[in-house]
């Protein structure tokens, strides 16, 4: 028997289900085309449905016609991209930023108005943490790290008061034994009340660390630029899975590393559309005669976030 174990939740979270709904009203409202500035939200197949209804995504403001909607992703910009875009004369600009990501940009620019030194958790090239940092841009004391062994180049005075934020996409142990570090090398470190690391990633790095424990191999749909996708494959592989693989979708699947009596753990990225697992599914039914699906329930998600 095959079994196969569904992590939830999994898949879409609000701040997503915000931005493509943003993106889908603007269309209705505006027709085609409309642009938005990088993709909306990091996943192919995301981008592709949006792209066949008209919506064009581009990587430069210069390549868009200011007489057209244009959308901030999901991810953020900065404070020079919002203010070229009014400068060049854009009619409309809609803001799709995840409203967890809006509140470390708020919080990001009160370290600068307090006048900390600043550490920003995350990855420099990341579009987030690129529109994060970008809210504070003439600001100089502020330092990007992605991993403990930067702490030591970090040139702030031990005794300073230091401020920091995280990109809402890490992996949560790995962030907070670097905070742990962090915290031992400035005593006067604070932070959000709670942490920057959003609520879906949490909880979906904590039902794929449920569902290593049940298989040997782990599934994750998701796109290979997705930062949630690749760490939800990062959890299993160091939770007790033998394998496990970021796929698009049912095409990539490793069909090889299966066998018929096996157990296999499913789960999706924070960007990725639920019919991907379902599509998913359906190829694993017409390919084994005997299949039985288990849940894994680890939280009950109802945040929702208007448009």
Known sequence: MLNIYLASPRGFCSGVRRAVGIVEDCLKDYGAPIYVLHEIVHNRHVVSDLERQGVVFVESLDDADITRPLIFSAHGVSETVVKKAQDMGFKTLIDATCPLVAKVHRQIRKYAQEKLNIVVIGKSEHPEIIGTVGQIPNYKQ???????????????DKE??????????????????????????????????????????????????????????????????????????????????????????KSEFPWDCLQAEDSLGISAGASAPEYLVQELLTELQNRYENIKVHDVIIATENITFKH
């Open 142 to 156: 502020v330092r990007v790290i992605k991993k403990i062994e930067d702490i030591a180049s970090l040139p702030f």
């Open 160 to 249: 300073s008061p230091i401020g920091f934020v995280t990109q809402t996409t890490l992996s949560v142990s790995d962030t907070k034994e670097l905070i742990c570090e962090l915290q031992q090398k400035y005593p006067k470190l604070s932070a959000l009340k709670k942490d920057d690391i959003c609520y879906a990633t949490t909880n979906r790095q904590a039902a794929v660390r449920a569902l290593a424990q049940e298989c040997r191999v782990v599934v994750i749909l998701g796109s290979k630029n997705s930062s949630n996708s690749k760490q939800l494959q990062n959890v299993a592989l160091q939770s007790g899975a033998s394998k496990a693989f970021l796929i698009d979708d």
